[in-house]
């Protein structure tokens, strides 16, 4: 997602107490967790990437601690992630009965073991991310558990004080079951689903970035939790947004988060880079996932028409006027020696309510400005490199506001009308 500024405020929920957040400007990726006015900071994935564990290891007369995080490789992460199996902090387990013995003085050769997964129907996502002597995501948020558990620092990188707790005798097996979420943009609808302890437990539709502000692939650990928050930023189109009282929020990626965001649907992409979830959904999750919780995104979304066009391999059928460079984008005239829908003026530059131009190669209704009163086309190619839905009428009276990725968003869905007035917010 490009850099945007962002104002935070709101209330922290760590280990159960609920204190003021304070408020911080900064610009780019934005780390909430133990913001500063004074000094803007940065997502914690991404501030010790590393080589070789034993590399970071001070000189000394004995043994120390090794620190490091994210792209580390070598024995010290064998031994982390032994140790981490072996309270529960992974989707993996050492196999049979064997009991390895981490300590300080054996971390540059820990004991060989063998690892297998907790559950037989581990989504392949999750196992696409596993490399035992390889600090990645997976083990980035089981040390965040971890830290949240002992009420550490939550940054995902190994500190003394991580092994030391890890390492006593009394170490704290994990008390939460293995969480872990999917966001599927493709195929439509967009919807996250949370699997817990091997199994599939809740689904709901949701909402990504649109196209100018996409929500990125890949997996992330929930790193910083609100339970209502006020989201203040800029807009791909560089209008500003406040949006009060946003419920259940679970930073994943920078300023990218799960949370709950009242619109007229869902399932197609409306914010600018976060995951938006019915509230009541929101509440759902909220309740599921915690710190170090992995998200994987996965997918680019494509609407129900664009699969529709492809699949008959026609543009557009009979009765129909044609406007404005009826063919498609590849240069293909429509069948049937027809350009465009039935009734339906099709457009190649659309412009929104505020002169705002519509974006090329959108999805759908993603990321366009609405227009008044206009019909979609059956089957056509409304926006450049774009295929409206079939037998659908578009946003109907729709007011698309001064911000086009705001209102970007109106979903075509097949013989169904849009609400009307779309919200121009978006988080």
């Known amino acids: 997602m490009r850099a945007k500024g962002v104002i935070i405020s709101g209330t922290v929920i760590v280990l159960g107490v609920a204190f003021a957040g304070s408020t911080a400007a900064f610009w780019g990726k934005m780390f909430p967790h133990e913001q500063s006015a004074a000094q803007p900071t940065k997502d914690p994935g991404m501030s010790k990437k590393m080589g070789s564990a034993s590399e970071k290891v001070k000189k000394s007369s004995g043994p120390t601690y090794p620190s490091f995080g994210m792209g580390a ?53 999750l196992k696409n991310e596993w490399i035992p002597d390889a600090f990645t995501e997976i083990t980035r948020g089981a040390v965040m558990a971890v830290e949240y558990q002992y009420g550490l620092p939550i940054d995902g990188t190994v500190s003394p004080q991580v092994w030391r707790a890890i390492l006593a005798n009394n ?72 949006d009060p009282g946003v419920p259940y929020v679970n930073y994943f990626n920078g300023s990218d988060a799960i949370h709950g965001f009242n619109r007229s649907q869902y399932g197609f992409p409306q914010s600018v880079g976060c995951v938006e979830l019915p509230v ?52 293909t005239s429509s069948t049937s020696g027809t350009n465009s829908a039935s ?59 001064s911000g086009a990725s705001k209102t970007s968003g109106t979903s075509n869905a097949s013989s169904t009308n849009s609400t009307s007035r779309t919200s121009n917010t978006v988080s």
């Open 73 to 125: 490789t070598g024995p010290e992460v064998l031994a982390l992630n032994e140790r981490l199996a072996e309270l529960g902090y992974l989707p993996v387990k050492i196999s049979g009965d064997a009991t390895p013995l981490i300590s300080l003085n054996n971390l540059n050769h820990p004991p060989s073991v063998q690892f297998e997964w907790r559950y037989p129907n581990t989504p392949a996502e």
């Open 280 to 331: 009541n959904a929101a509440q759902t999750v909220w309740s599921l996932v915690n710190y170090g919780t992995l998200v994987t995104v996965t997918g680019h979304y494509v609407s129900p028409a664009q699969v529709g066009s492809a699949s008959s391999g026609a543009s557009s059928a009979s009765k129909t006027n044609g406007t404005s460079g009826a063919h498609s984008a590849s240069g």
């Open 343 to 401: 009734k339906t003026n099709s457009t190649s530059t659309t412009h929104s309510a505020s002169g705002t131009n519509s974006t090329s190669k959108t999805h759908g209704a993603s990321g366009n400005s609405s227009t008044s009163k206009t019909n979609s086309a059956s089957g056509t190619n409304s926006t450049s490199k774009t295929n409206s839905t079939s037998k659908t009428n578009s946003t109907s009276k729709t007011n698309s506001g």
């Open 171 to 242: 170490a704290k097996q994990n008390v939460y079951p293995y969480t872990y979420v999917l966001v599927t943009e493709n195929p439509a609808p967009e919807k996250l689903q949370v699997w817990q302890a091997g199994r599939w437990v809740y689904t709901s539709i949701c909402n990504t970035g649109v196209q100018q502000a996409p929500t990125p692939n890949g997996t992330f650990a929930i790193y910083l939790r609100y339970q209502s928050q006020t989201m203040t930023g800029t807009n791909p189109d560089g209008t500003h947004y406040r």
